[in-house]
């Protein structure tokens, strides 16, 4: 696959734009620095590495790749770090045996924990969000539990990784259908967007889509 191109266009009073966007600095070599932060961070949050094609105020073009720092060998996190992994699987075993609040309270901190240090977008971010729904439903809000699984669907889409976004699609899907008669007015609005989501994987969410819209009819005749 070739390496996506980011163009960097620096003027003589420091101003520097990145793909576009704007970025302020004092001098040309102080933009020059803010411009290859920027495309750093592009590249940790798009995964993969970038290849910055610079353009000074004299006109000579520089090209160099940029590579993703903090971006994990293991693309959407399946094996997620220690001490993470160990939180993880004590907060699973407490909303399995019923410590909801306990599960609750554990996952939230995780979550801002990880996001502040990674970022909601990130692969670790997006493995504890997805952990975060199925607590959250466990807990008795199953709506709430569905609409971070689609979220986070969506954020693994963006990320570029079919395989993982199905998986939490999957997860949303399971927990929806715990929905049932008693939530119908938040049920149908979530089976649309769940079956929004399983449009976007064709063949593979084609017969799922079609079980979930004739059952967004139903609960809208309710």
């Known amino acids: 696959m070739a390496v996506e191109r980011v163009a960097v266009d620096l003027a003589t009073d420091g101003r520097v734009w990145v793909d576009g966007v704007e970025v302020r600095a004092a001098s040309v070599e102080a933009a020059r620095?803010?411009?290859?932060?920027?495309?750093?961070?592009?590249?940790?949050?798009?995964r993969r590495p970038l290849r910055m094609?610079?353009?000074?105020?004299?006109?000579?073009?520089?090209e160099v790749e940029v590579a993703?720092?903090?971006?994990?060998?293991?693309?959407?996190?399946?094996?997620?770090?220690?001490?993470?992994?160990?939180?993880?699987a004590a907060i699973k075993?407490?909303?399995?045996d019923g410590s909801h609040r306990v599960a609750e309270g554990a996952v939230?901190?995780?979550r801002r924990e990880v996001c502040e240090e990674y970022g909601p977008g990130?692969?670790?971010?997006?493995?504890?969000?997805?952990?975060?729904?199925?607590?959250?439903?466990?807990?008795?809000?199953?709506?709430?539990?569905?609409?971070?699984?689609l979220d986070v669907a969506e954020g693994w889409r963006v990320l570029g990784s079919p395989d993982a976004a199905w998986e939490a699609i999957q997860c949303a899907g399971t927990l929806w259908e715990r929905l049932g008669g008693v939530h119908?007015?938040?049920?149908?609005?979530?089976?649309?967007?769940?079956?929004?989501?399983?449009?976007?994987?064709?063949?593979?969410?084609?017969?799922?889509?079609?079980?979930?819209?004739?059952?967004v009819d139903q609960l809208r005749m309710r």
Not at 53 to 62: K, N, S
Not at 124 to 136: C, Q, S, T
């Open 53 to 62: 094609v610079a353009r000074d105020p004299d006109g000579r073009v520089h």
């Open 93 to 96: 075993e407490a909303s399995t």
């Open 68 to 88: 993703p720092p903090g971006v994990p060998a293991d693309p959407d996190a399946r094996t997620m770090p220690e001490p993470y992994a160990g939180r993880m």
């Open 184 to 215: 119908s007015g938040s049920g149908a609005w979530l089976g649309e967007r769940l079956a929004h989501a399983l449009a976007r994987h064709g063949e593979r969410g084609a017969s799922a889509r079609a079980a979930v819209l004739r059952k």
């Open 108 to 110: 939230e901190a995780l």
């Open 33 to 46: 620095a803010a411009a290859v932060a920027r495309v750093e961070d592009l590249a940790r949050r798009r």
């Open 122 to 149: 990130h692969p670790y971010a997006l493995r504890v969000r997805e952990l975060h729904a199925i607590v959250a439903a466990r807990a008795g809000r199953p709506a709430e539990g569905v609409a971070m699984a």
